[in-house]
């Protein structure tokens, strides 16, 4: 299918991990629900995670556009979570946790039916005042490396508002996203990277810095955005 944004569009395969970066909480919408409504519309189980006020939002926009959207939630095709408590571990996040629920997702769809998953979830919602930056790039890397690269039966699209993230941390997740939506553009990575070898980088400084304190100067991204949050 394509995933369309202000009449530009791209060809997204399953196992796409798409990044949008918005700064007004409405642009997920207007990216999200088309991508949902496509899914709901070929037989597939989809699933959105952010606060109230974005899911009654997009609830709006995909009623606007003619879906029963109270009838594909009482099916199960269609799930909507606002409590992010659900998708942490003891109100903490845990990057292997939250994409375990992916696959788990994924599994149950399959089992229940459908034909495949799309997964919508606003990342800066989930993550506020709980993840470090080192954690976010774990899980956006491990769920690169499981669903591109392993031909996953899901289309993910992780939303970031980048206005309240690190400048450093903006460039590593695009890094690690094939697709990037941001503002009214969509275009593919010139500067996606291998994601496993990125996931490996992360394991190794984590190695590195049990063994000695970090260098106040490094170089490494990794190492910086860890002293950043602090």
Not at 13 to 28: A, R
Request: hydrophobic letters at 40%.
């Amino acid at each position: 299918m394509d995933l369309s944004v202000e009449g530009k569009s791209e060809r997204i395969p399953p196992g796409s991990h798409i990044l949008q970066l918005y700064n007004k909480v409405g642009e997920i919408t207007g990216v999200t629900a088309k991508l949902l409504e496509s899914g709901l519309a070929s037989q597939e189980k989809c699933l959105f995670a952010g606060s109230e006020a974005s899911v009654q939002e997009l609830s709006d926009a995909l009623r606007k556009a003619g879906v029963d959207v109270e009838a594909m939630t009482q099916s199960g095709q269609l799930v909507c979570l606002s409590d992010r408590d659900s998708l942490l571990v003891g109100k903490r996040f845990d990057s292997y946790h939250l994409l375990s629920t992916h696959q788990t997702f994924i599994a149950q769809a399959l089992r229940e039916g459908w034909k495949a998953v799309r997964i919508s979830m606003d990342m800066t919602w989930l993550t506020t005042d709980i993840a470090t930056p080192e954690q976010i790039l774990k899980y956006e890397a491990a769920s690169d490396a499981v669903f591109t690269f392993q031909n996953a039966p899901i289309i993910a699209l992780m939303h970031y508002d980048y206005s309240k993230l690190p400048g450093l941390l903006v460039v590593e997740l695009l890094k690690l996203h094939p697709i990037a939506v941001v503002g009214k553009f969509i275009k593919r990575n010139p500067y996606y990277l291998n994601s496993e070898q990125y996931l490996l980088k992360i394991l190794r400084v984590n190695r590195d810095k049990s063994r000695s304190a970090p260098s106040l100067m490094s170089d490494n991204p990794l190492d910086r955005l860890a002293e950043r949050a602090r």
